[in-house]
């Protein structure tokens, strides 16, 4: 929750000179770093599940654990195999209304050393608190210096920990649990930059939806050469059988040499293998850049767009390819994250992927 101090933070002075046609157009820009003041604590979840995704050189996999019974576990990047006994690093969220203390953490240094001494776990490679206002002095103090950590804990562990840690055990620190703890390495405690973290998020697909700021500049889409060519595409075998059919030509599964009978199919092929291509293009574009499934709806609303003048009665192949593309260059895709870096060419590229993937058919040859 955002204090009246964090709103004035925001606020632009106009003895500065700060207000300008832009904050009447699209209100006051908000710094990331205030901006995650105002998510709740589900969603700061979200954010560290998907900035640990940006650390792909780290982990195998990254995996949120949520509800009860999670044992202190918050989002944990697995080293390498799903597996704790291959290695893991946990990343503790919280999402406080002010920096980190050591009473309001006490009780999670208590969570990993008994479960882990229970065996519910190793114990981490390391363990980072992740916090939208960071950790304030005394906590940052605690955890560059292990054996000041380990002693306090061992102080606040009857406050905090005893009837902390399970809702039906009371855990007392004695016998072989304090004996684990006494041995515990402290130096796995740690945190991470909040700076550090936006930047990073920067380089996932989460970005863009998550903070705005646009999709950035999309690379040409590069055109395989033509002898690369290959019948093994749906969609390539389905042209061929309507430009077969065009020419007068009876070859039920017509090849590639088709192409050189008729200058007019072989520029029409060329087009058509360009789209496909551009739409290649944005599908590898929208794994970098947008979450996962975004491409595939993009897909879907250009399928609803369009389906129903493929299906339509035509005079012609070549009719329904002409009259299915057409359409599919006016679908509307404002509702996509992709909107602005869609073309017309991508569009009518994904009726050739729909094609490939036998959920449109130019023919019904599948030749």
Not at 235 to 260: F, H
Not at 317 to 326: A, H, I, P, R, V
Not at 332 to 360: F, W, Y
Request: with cysteine; hydrophobic share 35%; aromatic share 12%.
């Amino acid at each position: 929750m955002m204090k009246d101090d964090d709103f004035k933070e925001l606020m632009p002075n106009p003895q500065r000179g700060l207000y300008g046609s832009d904050h009447v157009i699209a209100g006051i820009p908000i710094p990331k770093t205030q901006r995650v003041k105002l998510f709740d604590e589900d969603t700061w979840e979200e954010f560290t599940e998907e900035w640990a995704s940006s650390i792909k050189s780290s982990y195998y996999r990254v995996r949120r654990f949520a509800g009860a019974g999670d044992q202190g576990l918050d989002v944990v990047g697995f080293v390498t195999s799903t597996q704790f006994s291959d290695g893991w690093d946990n990343y503790q969220c919280k999402f406080y209304d002010h920096p980190l203390t050591p009473s309001d953490v006490w009780v999670e240094f208590g969570k990993v050393i008994y479960f882990s001494f229970r065996g519910g776990f190793p114990s981490p490679r390391k363990y980072y608190f992740v916090a939208p206002r960071q950790v304030g002095t005394k906590l940052g103090k605690l955890l560059s210096d292990a054996p000041s950590l380990k002693e306090a804990l061992k102080e606040n562990w009857g406050k905090y920990c005893e009837n902390g840690i399970t809702s039906t055990d009371k855990v007392k620190l004695e016998g072989e649990l304090l004996k684990y703890l006494e041995g515990f390495d402290f130096t796995i405690f740690d945190t991470v930059s909040l700076v550090q973290m936006i930047e990073q998020h920067a380089t996932t697909p989460y970005h863009a939806v998550r903070f705005g700021g646009g999709l950035g500049l999309r690379p040409q889409p590069e055109i395989p050469p033509e002898d690369t060519v290959s019948l093994d595409h749906r969609y390539v075998r389905q042209l061929l059988v309507v430009y077969a059919q065009s020419i007068g030509e009876n070859q039920k599964i017509p090849d590639l040499s088709l192409l050189d009978k008729d200058q007019r199919i072989r520029n029409n092929f060329q087009r058509q293998r360009e789209s496909f291509y551009h739409a290649e293009s944005l599908r590898s574009f929208s794994r970098d850049t947008v979450p996962p499934g975004v491409f595939e709806a993009l897909q879907n609303d250009i399928y609803d767009g369009v389906v129903d003048v493929c299906e339509s009665q035509h005079e012609s192949g070549m009719d329904k390819l002409s009259s299915t593309l057409s359409q599919a260059a006016t679908v509307a895709v404002n509702a996509s994250p992709l909107m602005s870096v869609t073309r017309v060419r991508d569009k009518q590229g994904i009726c050739h992927q729909l094609v490939n993937d036998e959920k449109l058919n130019w023919s019904e040859d599948d030749g």
